[in-house]
């Protein structure tokens, strides 16, 4: 929290909290699917890690929604010494812009684009590998958040599948997220049964601090977050892949 002007004027970032949460979340999974043993009976720790990917997942996506409206309202509020690096012409532009639309519902990928174009850098490609893995990332929240249970009623492991995600989103997540422990020698569904585990928990983590990083690269400014993350114990910083 920052204090600015006076002591009833404040101003809190929740994208450091969001960051945090999935990367405790990210921890917590790994944990528990260390401790797995194959023929003993895990149902209370398979229930749990379900919750905590479903957190995670969920607190990812938030961080980078999150931290897209903190930069628009940091410009927009002339904060501190992020407006040092822009002209002032992209300053107005940014304003105008984000005055106009910050209440709107805007895709948060699409508020990214918005700012290396007003900003007068390269927008993300929409053949980016971060790209599409980051808006797959905000279809899955939105699965999970709005889920609505169906009754399985199939015989063979495609028909019991066939009610669950997009097919081609599925399995673009099948080839990126390796199955939870607790379920991957099962007859259960890939999704929700075998997706949410640490693999789902830290593919989401690793996609929305990538998407962001490679964003503070694109517009050449140090992330606002990036003090916490030596508190953060399962970023991989350098690695993209």
């Excluded at 990917?53 to 931290?67: D, K, L, P, Q, Y």
């Excluded at 010494?81 to 948060?108: C, G, L, V, Y």
Aim: contains cysteine.
């Amino acid at each position: 929290m920052e204090v600015i002007a006076s002591s009833t004027t404040l101003w809190h970032s929740l994208a450091f909290s969001h960051l945090r949460l999935a990367d405790k979340l990210t921890e917590l999974s790994a944990q528990l699917e260390s401790g797995y043993v194959r023929g003993i009976n895990h149902a209370e720790d398979s229930a749990l890690v379900k919750a905590y990917s479903i957190g995670g997942i969920t607190a990812a996506t938030a961080f980078v929604e999150t931290n897209i409206n903190e930069m628009f309202e940091s410009i927009c509020n002339d904060r501190g010494s992020i407006t040092n690096d822009f002209s002032e012409e992209t300053i107005a532009e940014i304003k105008k812009w984000w005055e106009f639309n910050r209440k709107k519902m805007i895709p948060a990928v699409q508020k990214y684009q918005k700012f290396l174009q007003l900003s007068n850098n390269e927008k993300f490609s929409s053949q980016d590998e971060l790209f599409n893995d980051m808006e797959k990332l905000v279809y899955l929240r939105n699965q999970l958040t709005h889920y609505k249970p169906q009754w399985i009623l199939a015989a063979t492991q495609s028909e019991r599948e066939e009610f669950a995600l997009n097919k081609d989103i599925q399995k673009h997540l099948e080839q990126k997220i390796k199955p939870s422990k607790f379920f991957e020698n099962t007859n259960a569904p890939y999704y929700p049964s075998k997706l949410l585990g640490y693999g789902g928990t830290h593919w989401a983590l690793h996609t929305a601090f990538h998407f962001s990083q490679e964003f503070y690269h694109r517009i050449d400014i140090k992330p606002p977050y990036a003090h916490i993350l030596k508190y953060c114990s399962q970023i991989e910083i350098n690695s993209k892949g």
